[in-house]
């Protein structure tokens, strides 16, 4: 029997009437494979839920799960009973209250499935299962999954609807259940704060926003819940401080609440972030019902203290309960006038009475209630609090740090003072402030970007000389003279030596040819700080690059000597580095190793061609700039500390990795002697345009070999092979001298030779180079080259990656690089499976998928003869499963390209070799309606081999088929509208999928149905 007869079976079996079915019949047809079962949980209505009940035919879901810690909504009954609940919720519920959950028969998608179809019930069904949820323990025993608890928000929502507050609080009580401490052992490092709930995001439940809106006849119950929850919460979160710690208490609270305020407090009842909000948001419950159970029955003074007692009395003893009983017991201070005064004076008997004080609850509750104090009894403190906080013993900051608690003490305090007691207080050394607020540990977080502003208004600035500018900027804007002037310390808009750089480099746009002409006044390394000569350059680069009309028009010749007397100053004395933290005062300044990279940077901007012409016409100082790029090609950054793992200046670390040092190109145009040699490489190309032969002059060429001969970095030793054509097309001959100073044999160079071969094959293809012989040996070495020779940093362009582009390249443009090219050949007899996915992918992404910017190939080219003889070759003469599967790049290419049956036969072939895999198989799947019509037994060939060969036989993740709409139609088509083998195919094709790949392709039997 096929699967669909099979299937047309089940679904008569279904439409017959339950109380004549015969168990014994639904279990020969459900048992034949898992579609059968499943297709039969599908299409069963409610009116078989008891039978199958009765029958056993859901007896699964009482069975405990294979592998406990991971699940899927696979099982066809629990998909059934969340169908069944919307129909019969009463008979659910009665199969839901007889299946025991417990440890010992835990499965974790049964109470998944159960939570969702509780989340669907009535109020009265519900009401039937949240003490089953408490009891069973649901929410602990899934604590691997639970995430957000959605469900039990809605099933919050449905008992408030129905005002069912006493089933509320149970299922409360089961969503704010306390991991123990081993299983928060077990779970820890996750977050600063370790989470004592079992869900990653309580907040979704809104559990004490549904509890904050229970009615009156509650309130008590709520209490007693929230503050049991919160002793357990800080016991298992909890410590016993240590002798060093000395703590006030007995208990370490590690989540400590430093943002709140008891007397301020109040719930948000919005999404948290971490398990510490979800800890405030219960404290937050607390004080709501704490307001409406003490500070509503202030009046009835035996009722209030009863409960302070029955609740808050039991409680751990912590800091953040200290805080909390501050803030009750202000609330009824006549009710609990002996407690408040023990209170107030427990940091007279208590050493480590700064935790006491610590927050906003000490000092508000004495400002608050220091009144109900009899007058003998304030003196008392006052005295007390004189000689406490007076005390001169210990190291001059304990001392102070004293007398600055004192003065907040005494400021809350100024209403009750008399006049005498404020001359003693002030004489004793404390300052009275009556403006003082107590406020939190941490006060609320300033957002913004820092903004640093300068000692004038923009206007203002610019209106003055440049002359005087710079005047100014040596003596009283100087970075240290403008650091103690910022004495508002608002650390967004700090007055400092980077907002007065941002002044000049904003007025400099405004008058370039000005600032230029005294380009002499911005360079003096005893006077100006290197900040400011940074930011003049910077200025200028920045005209240069945004407006080179009117850079084109500027005589740079006081430029030009500023970058000279930069060099002279540094050959004559180094310039001195400096530590930015200790000594570049309170901002982030630029330092004499800034302002090299800067003259680096302008150096390139005024030689980049604009319209065929630079801004400066290097012939006039020619000489001048070549001596700074040598002297600039000196400097020490980078150095090859820079790139070793533990001094590298610049790294990249990924989760669970160890850092990796950046790859060299990002690491050389961030360093000065990379900029510099960008900078070259346009002084090279306008140097060689003065002359009628494209050359490189003799001092050019010093330079080049100086830095070459003396290299020991890997950023720019990729910078000489990433520009090597430049200097390779000007004279050859001297670059085949060097080739092996460029790319060194010798071990001790092996590194520096891979960043230079990185650089090479990251730059684009050129034919006189590849073709040149000993280039040729240069590719034949290269693909000994693995990114594993360099573990320790990144790769700007992967060694086997790389060189495939350019055989990629190579092949699709040069004719005579082919099948019998000697490096052809050893690239496919020697190269890696990555070399070769990496050439057939390359090429099907540039040439062939219409989804690339570059479009499909010009079809009138021989690059396309070329890239049939491509896919014949290597089909016939390679058999690596890995490679081949990156022809799915290949396969969304037009007719024009590959005609459609000849398409069809090559896709076969190649999924003939790789069992169905493709790596791409979008582009199949956009063509295989075209490849249906042309070709149908290729085409049945390539379903068969893409979907249940490599789909469901090898279980490769897919989405369902109706979702791919072209899949479906080249069904439709190869059934409907071929010979009779190809329906035949067709149809047992389907058939398989269906019985092997279940629900995904049970839309595939609409074809044969219709």
Known sequence: MSQIELHRNIFK????????????????????????????????????????????????????????????????????????????PDQVVTILLKVPVK?????????????????????????????????????????LFNQHGFEFEKMFKTFAEDKDFDNLLTLAEAVLSVRTKKEIKETSGRSITENPFYFNGLSYTKVFQYLGNTDTSHIEKVFALVTSVFADVIKVLGKAPDRKERSAFKVYDSFILSDVDFFEL????????????????????????????????????????????????????????WRLKLYILSLCPDAFKTELKAALFAI???????????????????????????????QEYIEKAKSLFSDKSGEKKEVENRIYRGSRIFSLLEKHLSKTEHEEIKKAGFQVKPEYKPSP????????????????????????????????????????????????????????????GDLLKTSISKRLTDFVSKSDLFFDSDKLDPHYTYAFLRGIESEIKNNKEVASNINWGNLVALLVSIKNSGKSKQFARTRQREERYSS???????????????????????????????????????????????????????EQPKTATMTRTSPGQKPLVTEPYMMAINSVRGKTFEAFIHFVYQ?????????????????????????NTKAIMFMFGRYLATFYYRDAKWIHGLLPKIFPIADSKKLLYVAAWEGYISNNLFKELFGDPEFQKLYTRGLSLRRSMDSTREFFKDPEEGIATHLALAYAHYSDFGFGHPLFKTFWSKGTEKHHSEFIGFIGRKYLSKNESEGAINHETEIKQRLDKL????????????????????????????????????????????????????????????????????????????????????????????????????????????????????????????????????????????
């Open 13 to 88: 079996f279904v439409q017959g009437k339950p109380e004549r079915a015969r168990p014994e019949d639904l279990k020969s047809l459900v048992s034949r494979n898992k579609d059968a079962y499943q297709y039969f949980f599908f299409e069963a209505d409610e009116r078989w839920l008891v039978w199958l009940w009765k029958n056993g035919f859901l007896d699964v879901i009482k069975k405990k799960a294979e592998d406990p810690t991971r699940y899927g909504y696979r099982t066809p009954e629990l998909n059934y009973l969340v169908r069944m609940a919307e129909k019969n």
């Open 103 to 143: 440890k010992s028969n835990f499965n974790p998608e049964v109470i998944d499935q159960f939570l969702r179809i509780c989340s669907t019930l009535p109020a009265n069904q519900l009401a039937k299962i949240a003490n089953k949820i408490l009891e069973e323990k649901w929410v602990p025993l899934m604590g």
């Open 266 to 321: 109040e719930q948000r009842n919005k999404v948290s972030i971490s398990p510490r909000e979800d800890i405030r948001e219960l404290a937050a419950t607390i004080k709501l019902f704490t307001d409406k159970l003490i500070g509503d029955n202030c009046n009835q003074p035996q009722k209030v203290c009863k409960t302070y007692k029955q609740y808050i009395g039991t409680l751990p003893d912590s800091q953040a309960v």
């Open 348 to 378: 007279f008997d208590n050493p480590n009475y700064t935790d006491l004080t610590m927050g906003a609850e000490y000092g508000t509750a004495l400002q608050k209630n220091f009144g109900i104090l009899a007058r003998s009894e304030q």
């Open 441 to 500: 540990i941490v006060g609320p977080v300033t957002g913004g970007t820092v903004a640093p502003r300068g000692p004038l208004t923009q206007e203002e600035f610019d209106a003055l000389p440049v002359k005087e500018i710079a005047e100014k900027l040596q003596t009283v804007w100087s970075p240290k003279v403008l650091d103690k002037q910022n004495t508002h310390k608002d650390f967004l808009h700090p007055l400092n030596a980077e907002g007065a």
């Open 588 to 642: 982030w300044l630029a330092d004499w190793n800034a302002v090299h990279s800067m003259v680096a940077t302008l150096i390139e901007e005024l030689l980049r061609e604009f319209d065929g012409k630079a801004v400066l016409d290097l012939s006039k100082y020619r000489e001048e700039i070549l001596s700074v790029i040598d002297y600039l090609f000196r400097h020490q950054d980078p150095a090859p500390k820079d």
């Open 687 to 711: 140097d060689g345009k003065s002359s009628d032969n494209v050359q490189i002059s003799a001092d050019v060429k010093d330079v080049y070999m100086k830095v070459l001969n003396a290299e």
């Open 871 to 1010: 896919w014949d070759w290597i089909l016939d003469n390679y058999k690596h499963t890995k490679s081949l599967t990156e022809f799915g790049y290949w396969t969304r290419s037009e007719p024009q390209v590959f005609e459609l049956s000849w398409l069809a036969d090559h896709i076969k072939r190649t999924l003939e070799v790789t069992g169905g895999e493709l790596d791409w198989d979008y582009g199949l799947q956009k063509n295989v309606v075209n490849l249906a019509e042309s070709s149908p037994k290729d085409t049945l060939d390539i379903l068969r081999w893409s979907l249940l060969e490599f789909g469901v036989r090898k279980e490769a993740k897919r989405r369902p088929i109706f979702f791919e709409t072209e899949w479906y139609e080249a069904f439709a088509i190869l059934y409907k509208n071929q010979g009779e083998d190809i329906r035949n195919s067709t149809y047992e094709l389907i058939d398989d999928l269906i019985r092997e790949g279940g629900s995904q392709f049970w839309p595939l039997k609409k074809i044969i149905e219709s």
